[in-house]
């Protein structure tokens, strides 16, 4: 009988992987320690070279000064431009001596002349070493400037932006690159979770479009029993709630990206459009509404910026005092921002409660999910990611004797 034949063997995996390219050696990469060496060293070189030469040039001319006779003699005289005091028909030692004080006044003039000119040298020099050492700088660190430029751009939510640094393989692009590949995976983290959030909630939209049809159609019956009725609408309430849960993480979803299409939004009608929607609450409510809105115009997307002012209005409307009750709603420009400020008379709020209250789900004194028929916890994290998405912020101080005061800021 014969043998089966082995199956052949695998080939062996490479042990080096043929996309990346080989490493260069430690000391052949073209570090920034080693470019800032030869850029600094050079520098330092080339101006040495430069002065050695100015003070040979200007040494030299000062030798063929200092070196010409101070004087001529004519006729048995002796004359001189430089020393006024020679004497003429004198003794021989006499006239030595007076020539020779005058060559010393000649190579004098010769010394302070070379000092002269090597200082302005030295001068200009330094001059034009501290503006090329300034512009040499500016070049070196011009990739730092691209990196920090690209973080503050991530800092205001948009985390499709990348650095892409191009030149030399050293430490600062290896950090650019490192920064890159952080920011895809940032970018890929958030995506999949809004798209997590934004499918879960289309998803419970139809079970819960189904279920209000239903009740709807079995209240509507004029025959149910009462307590069948008074169950439905129960339920009913149950069931917009969970409505309200799913429009408002949908909607938290969409605005915590940044905003593309831009258009020029005044915030005074916003907030007018806020107030006429919560006019009727209020007055069931007997909570007076005031304020002055004046005309401050931003870029961005109108029905986002009416959610801000509809859910601020809204807030301090249904978190209010049961009498003599009262919300203030104003808009503003303030130093190149338009502000809306909501304020509103409630219940004292503790200062270090007031950073809980953009948690989402989070309400005051602790009632997070249950216990509250006001909302569905979502309102005033939605403003602050649409805030955000404007480029925006918003700040809560308490007010005095209870209530809060909600300043949005957004750029003009």
């Not at 200007?58 to 001529?72: C, K, R, Y």
């Not at 939209?205 to 019956?221: F, G, K």
């Amino acid at each position: 009988m014969a043998s089966t034949p082995a199956p052949p063997q695998a080939p062996p995996k490479p042990t080096w992987d043929p996309r990346r390219p080989a490493p260069q050696l430690p000391w052949l990469r073209p570090t920034i320690r080693i470019r800032l060496t030869l850029l600094y060293g050079g520098m330092f070189l080339i101006a040495g070279i430069l002065l050695l030469s100015i003070i040979y040039l200007i040494a030299a001319q000062a030798l063929n000064v200092g070196s010409e006779l101070p004087f001529t003699i004519t006729s048995g005289n002796v004359t001189s431009d430089i020393c006024s005091n020679l004497p003429s028909n004198a003794r021989a030692d006499v006239m030595n001596k007076a020539m020779a004080e005058c060559v010393n006044v000649q190579r004098q003039h010769a010394l302070d002349n070379l000092l002269s000119r090597s200082l302005l040298a030295l001068l200009g020099l330094a001059i034009i070493a501290f503006a090329f050492g300034y512009a040499m700088a500016g070049r070196v660190l011009s990739p730092l400037g691209r990196i920090l430029r690209t973080a503050r751009s991530v800092a205001g939510s948009d985390l499709s932006r990348r650095i892409e640094l191009d030149g030399p393989d050293d430490e600062i692009k290896e950090l650019a690159d490192t920064f890159d590949d952080m920011l895809e995976r940032l970018e890929r983290a958030f995506t999949a979770q809004q798209r997590f959030v934004g499918n879960a909630s289309h998803e419970l939209r139809t079970p819960l479009a189904i279920n209000r049809t239903l009740l709807e159609v079995h209240l509507s019956d004029p025959g149910a029993p009462t307590e069948l009725q008074q169950l439905g609408k129960t339920l009913l309430a149950t069931n917009e709630r969970s409505e309200q849960l799913v429009e408002g993480l949908l909607l938290l979803a969409r605005s915590d990206n940044q905003i593309v299409e831009r258009k020029p939004v005044d915030l005074a009608e916003v907030a007018e459009q806020a107030v006429d929607q919560v006019y009727g609450e209020a007055e069931a409510k007997g909570v007076a509404i005031r304020g002055e809105q004046k005309p401050a115009v931003v870029q961005g997307n109108g029905v986002l910026l009416e959610r801000i002012a509809l859910n601020l209005v809204q807030n301090a409307v249904r978190y209010n005092v049961s009498e003599d009750g009262w919300v203030e709603v104003t808009t503003e420009v303030q130093h190149g921002h338009a502000v809306l400020i909501v304020s509103n008379t409630g219940p004292v709020v503790p200062a270090y409660e007031v950073d809980n209250l953009f948690e989402p789900f989070k309400r005051l004194r602790g009632a997070d999910r249950t216990g509250s028929d006001k909302g569905v916890g979502l309102g005033l994290s939605i403003v602050r990611s649409v805030a955000r998405a404007h480029g925006g912020h918003i700040t809560a101080q308490p007010r005095e004797g209870g209530g809060l005061v909600m300043r949005v800021a957004l750029p003009v």
